[in-house]
């Protein structure tokens, strides 16, 4: 076998490649094989006929031609594996020549992981290390979480009295649309808080000071779409009215809450937590900045089907989320007005910054030599496994595993940036 490796733009390589009938004499067996296999010839086994039946049988041009396919594929991948070609894409193949008993011609296009050329990433990296932040807990944020653990653990009362801020109103309702009611949005047993502004802008005033048992009928405006607003009116029942009574902040409350000695530690943990949470958001925030700054200091020339690639799994991702949520995608398509292609357009630039840092943070991986030992994947596992149970299969555990390495190497390449 002989061949030939070309470079195209765009990440391409060319591969012309030529072999001689010789070399194909185990293809064709092979090929042989298969064709007997496929359709028996009467008298032999399924794939047990002799070499020279199944040729008289089936013909030569079409034993030849069967033969040089399997060829064309085993030649592929041992040039591929040889080169150490990372292809991202299957070959597109254009045969040259395929004449029975003469050598076997044909060029098979390929898309590759592109080279990165990297700018001094260590000195970028130090340069915005400058520029983090020390964090600092205010105690109106230690007040804050405590008032929001001390809500999550206040009681409700049913009251007869009409509503006000800070109570639970349920409510069954129905919205409508120029007359039309709309599934979308209709709800029974449905709690509200007053004054915590986390439904339809003007809804909560309107069921401020009503009782239990009463029938409302209201309109507000709300967006249909991202360009457009209607009002929608809205039929709304109280179910019941509901008084949120808080508990003291005491030892006692701090005790219930877990392995806290009294208030004040409850305080001094929170705070701590509060501290480490942003720490971390800080930490994450220049780990952004600084791949993002090497990503665009570097010479990479990104082939189109990896941008595709990135979108296309970018729109599995939100189409799941959707899902998951109770939607559906083609109704979000509907009140945005727009087509899926549309979407994967705007994501594009997106999609390029999310391949530019895997490739940046695979590229140092390599330049620095990080390795992950065996034992380092298998306590990260353990931990996964307790977490999530142990009831997986062995090919979700192999995945699991691949991106436990994956994220091990690029917080050893981080620790290295960091230093």
Not at 31 to 50: D, Q, V
Not at 79 to 93: M, T
Not at 269 to 293: G, H, M, T, V, Y
């Amino acid at each position: 076998m002989q061949y030939k490796i070309n470079d195209k733009p765009k990440s391409k390589k060319e591969i012309e490649v030529t072999i001689s009938p010789k070399a194909m004499e185990n293809c064709m067996i092979r090929a042989a094989e298969k064709l007997c296999s496929e359709s028996p010839i009467k008298g032999f086994r399924p794939g047990k006929a002799p070499f020279n039946i199944v040729k008289k049988t089936f013909g030569d041009t079409k034993l030849w031609n069967e033969g040089c396919y399997d060829a064309i594929n085993k030649s592929y991948f041992k040039i591929i594996e040889k080169e150490g070609i990372e292809v991202i894409s299957p070959p597109q193949v254009e045969i040259v020549k395929m004449v029975v008993n003469e050598p076997l011609e044909y060029k098979a296009t390929v898309e590759f992981l592109p080279e990165i050329q990297l700018p001094d990433y260590k000195k970028i990296a130090k340069d915005i290390l400058k520029d983090k932040k020390e964090v600092k807990v205010s105690a109106k944020e230690v007040e804050n979480t405590l008032k929001s653990i001390q809500k999550s653990r206040a009681k409700t009362v049913r009251v007869t009295r009409k509503s006000k801020k800070g109570d639970e109103v349920v409510i069954n309702f129905q919205g409508k649309i120029d007359g039309v009611a709309q599934e979308s949005l209709k709800a029974e047993a449905f709690p509200i808080i007053i004054g915590e502004t986390q439904f339809i802008d003007g809804f909560e005033e309107e069921i401020t000071d009503v009782k239990e048992g009463e029938k409302k009928i209201f309109s507000v405006e709300m967006p249909i779409t991202e360009n457009e607003k209607k009002r929608v009116e809205f039929e709304v029942d109280i179910i019941s009215v509901n008084e949120k009574e808080l508990p003291k902040i005491d030892d006692d409350f701090a005790k219930s809450l877990g392995e806290f000695k009294d208030a004040k530690d409850l305080k001094i943990k929170i705070e701590e937590n509060i501290k480490l949470e942003k720490e971390n958001k800080e930490q994450e925030s220049i780990r952004i900045k600084i791949i993002e700054e090497i990503g665009n200091k570097s010479n990479v020339d990104l082939p189109e089907i990896l941008i595709e690639k990135e979108t296309e799994y970018m729109l599995q991702e939100f189409k799941a989320q959707i899902t998951q949520s109770g939607g559906s995608f083609e109704d979000y398509l509907k009140r945005i007005n727009k087509k899926e292609e549309d979407i994967k357009k705007e994501w594009t630039p997106q999609a390029k910054k999310r391949i530019m840092v895997s490739l940046v943070l695979q590229k140092i991986g390599e330049l620095e030599k990080i390795k992950i030992n065996p034992e380092e994947i298998e306590t990260e596992l353990n931990l996964y496994l307790s977490r999530f149970g142990n009831e997986l299969k062995d090919t979700e555990i192999d995945n699991i595993k691949i991106h436990i390495s994956n994220m091990l190497k690029n917080r050893k390449v981080f620790e290295i940036l960091e230093k």
